[in-house]
C-alpha cells in the first residue's frame, strides 16, 4: 500500500504531466487563432468582391461570379471548423488547468492530514470521472453537431452549388433573371451562415468571451423562445462582474443545462430565470412550470450539474412549491480576481 508521501509524490508527477499538456494545448490555440483570422480575412475579401459583382454586374465574368461564390463558402465553412475546434481546445485547456488546481489542492490536504490524522476529511472529486464523462460529452456534441450539420447546412450547401449552376446557365440567355437567381443564392448563404452560428453558439458562444456571462445568458434566452416558444423571463440585479473565462463557462453551462432540463425534459412553458450579485456570490433562481424531468436527466451533459458546482465550489437546492411550481436555486461564490463589467 502506497504511503501518503508516495500518494503525494504522484499528485506531483501528475500536476506536471498535466502542465506540459497545457503548453502543448496553448499552442495549438495560438495557431489555431491565427488561422481562423486568416480565413476571416479571406471570406471578408470575398464577401466585397461579390458586393461590387452585384453593383456592377458588367465588370464580371459568369465564370468570376462563381468563383467569387465558392471562394466565400469555402472560406466560411473552414473558418467555422477551426471555430469549432478552437472551442474543443479551449474548454480542454481549462478543463485541465482546474484539473491542476484540484490535484495540487489534494496534495496538500494529504500532506496536512499526515500532520492531523484524525481530522475528518471531506470526500474528494473524482477527477478520472469528470474527464471521461468530459469526452464521453465531447463525442455526443461531435455527433449531434455532424448529424445537424448534415440535415442543415451540408444540404443547404449542395442548394448552393445548383442554384450558382442556374445562374451561370442563365447568365447568356437572360441576364435579369440570372441577377434573381444570384439574389436568391445570397439570402440562401445568408440563412445557411445563421444556422451554422447557431451551432457554433450552442458549442461555445463566443459572446461569452467577449461580453461576459449577463449578455450572453440573454441572447441564449431569446434563442430558447424562438426555438421552443416557451416564455422566459431574465434579469440580473447587482453589479454583474467579469469572472475567469473558465467559471464564466462554467456557470453558464450550469444555467443552460437548468434551463434545457426544464423546457425540454419537464416540458415547462413559462419560466422566470434571475442573477442577483453580491460582493462575494452570484446567485441563480430558476422558477418554472413543468412537470418532474425524467430521471437522469442531469447526466445528460456528460458531467453533471453537482460536479460543475463542486469544480466552482457552489451549492444548489431545489424544491417544488405547494401550486406545482418548480424551484431551483444556485449560489457560487465570485473570486477575488472578478471584474465588475462594463
Same mark, same amino acid.
Given at each position: 500500500?502506497?504511503? &501518503?508521501?508516495?500518494?503525494?509524490?504522484?499528485?506531483?508527477?501528475?500536476?506536471?504531466?498535466?502542465?506540459?499538456?497545457?503548453?502543448?494545448?496553448?499552442?495549438?490555440?495560438?495557431?489555431?487563432? @491565427?488561422?481562423?483570422?486568416?480565413?476571416?480575412?479571406?471570406?471578408?475579401?470575398?464577401? @466585397?468582391?461579390?458586393?461590387?459583382?452585384?453593383?456592377?454586374?458588367? #465588370?464580371?465574368?459568369? !465564370?468570376?461570379?462563381?468563383?467569387?461564390?465558392?471562394?466565400?463558402?469555402?472560406?466560411?465553412?473552414?473558418?467555422?471548423?477551426?471555430?469549432?475546434?478552437?472551442?474543443?481546445?479551449?474548454?480542454?485547456?481549462?478543463?485541465?488547468?482546474?484539473?491542476?488546481?484540484?490535484?495540487?489542492?489534494?496534495?496538500? !490536504?494529504?500532506?496536512?492530514?499526515?500532520?492531523?490524522?484524525?481530522? &475528518?476529511?471531506?470526500?474528494?472529486?473524482?477527477?478520472? +470521472?469528470?474527464?471521461?464523462?468530459?469526452?464521453?460529452?465531447?463525442?455526443?456534441?461531435?455527433?449531434?453537431?455532424?448529424?445537424?450539420?448534415?440535415?442543415?447546412?451540408?444540404?443547404?450547401? %449542395?442548394?448552393?452549388?445548383?442554384?450558382?449552376?442556374?445562374?451561370?446557365?442563365?447568365?447568356?440567355?437572360?441576364?435579369?433573371?440570372?441577377?434573381?437567381?444570384?439574389?436568391?443564392?445570397?439570402?440562401?448563404? #445568408?440563412?445557411?451562415?445563421?444556422?451554422?452560428?447557431?451551432?457554433?453558439?450552442?458549442?461555445?458562444?463566443?459572446?461569452?468571451?467577449?461580453?461576459?456571462?449577463?449578455?450572453?445568458?440573454?441572447?441564449?434566452?431569446?434563442?430558447?423562445?424562438?426555438?421552443?416558444?416557451?416564455?422566459?423571463?431574465?434579469?440580473?440585479?447587482? +453589479?454583474?462582474?467579469?469572472?475567469?473565462?473558465?467559471?464564466?463557462?462554467?456557470?453558464?453551462?450550469?444555467?443552460? !443545462?437548468?434551463?434545457?432540463?426544464?423546457?425540454?425534459? %419537464?416540458?415547462?412553458?413559462?419560466?422566470?430565470?434571475?442573477?442577483?450579485?453580491?460582493?462575494?456570490?452570484?446567485?441563480?433562481?430558476? @422558477?418554472?412550470?413543468?412537470?418532474? %424531468?425524467?430521471?437522469?436527466?442531469?447526466?445528460?451533459?456528460?458531467? +453533471?450539474?453537482?460536479?460543475?458546482?463542486?469544480?466552482?465550489?457552489?451549492?444548489? @437546492?431545489?424544491?417544488?412549491?405547494?401550486?406545482?411550481?418548480?424551484?431551483?436555486?444556485?449560489?457560487?461564490?465570485?473570486?477575488?480576481?472578478?471584474?465588475?463589467?462594463?
Amino acid at each position: 500500500m502506497s504511503t &501518503p508521501a508516495e500518494v503525494a509524490a504522484g499528485f506531483a508527477a501528475e500536476t506536471q504531466r498535466l502542465a506540459s499538456e497545457t503548453t502543448e494545448l496553448e499552442m495549438l490555440v495560438g495557431s489555431t487563432q @491565427t488561422e481562423i483570422s486568416r480565413f476571416r480575412a479571406r471570406e471578408d475579401q470575398a464577401r @466585397t468582391k461579390i458586393e461590387d459583382a452585384r453593383l456592377n454586374p458588367a #465588370n464580371y465574368q459568369r !465564370e468570376e461570379i462563381v468563383r467569387l461564390a465558392d471562394d466565400l463558402v469555402t472560406a466560411v465553412a473552414r473558418r467555422l471548423t477551426m471555430e469549432g475546434q478552437l472551442s474543443t481546445l479551449q474548454s480542454k485547456r481549462k478543463l485541465l488547468e482546474r484539473v491542476r488546481a484540484l490535484l495540487g489542492r489534494s496534495r496538500d !490536504e494529504l500532506l496536512a492530514a499526515v500532520d492531523a490524522p484524525h481530522a &475528518p476529511a471531506a470526500p474528494p472529486l473524482d477527477e478520472k +470521472r469528470i474527464l471521461q464523462a468530459v469526452v464521453t460529452w465531447q463525442e455526443q456534441e461531435r455527433l449531434r453537431i455532424a448529424r445537424q450539420v448534415h440535415d442543415g447546412p451540408a444540404q443547404a450547401m %449542395a442548394n448552393v452549388v445548383l442554384q450558382s449552376e442556374i445562374s451561370e446557365r442563365l447568365y447568356d440567355i437572360d441576364a435579369q433573371r440570372s441577377r434573381q437567381e444570384l439574389a436568391a443564392l445570397r439570402q440562401m448563404v #445568408n440563412r445557411t451562415l445563421q444556422e451554422l452560428r447557431g451551432f457554433i453558439f450552442e458549442l461555445r458562444p463566443m459572446v461569452l468571451d467577449d461580453l461576459g456571462l449577463v449578455p450572453t445568458l440573454r441572447r441564449y434566452v431569446q434563442t430558447l423562445v424562438d426555438k421552443h416558444g416557451a416564455k422566459v423571463d431574465f434579469s440580473s440585479t447587482g +453589479r454583474d462582474r467579469r469572472l475567469p473565462s473558465e467559471d464564466e463557462v462554467a456557470i453558464f453551462r450550469v444555467i443552460q !443545462e437548468s434551463l434545457i432540463e426544464r423546457i425540454q425534459g %419537464a416540458s415547462a412553458k413559462a419560466a422566470v430565470l434571475s442573477l442577483s450579485w453580491t460582493e462575494g456570490t452570484v446567485e441563480v433562481d430558476l @422558477t418554472s412550470d413543468g412537470g418532474e %424531468a425524467p430521471s437522469g436527466s442531469e447526466q445528460n451533459s456528460g458531467v +453533471r450539474r453537482s460536479e460543475r458546482l463542486a469544480l466552482l465550489g457552489g451549492e444548489a @437546492t431545489e424544491g417544488r412549491r405547494p401550486d406545482g411550481t418548480h424551484v431551483l436555486h444556485l449560489r457560487m461564490p465570485i473570486h477575488a480576481s472578478a471584474q465588475v463589467a462594463g
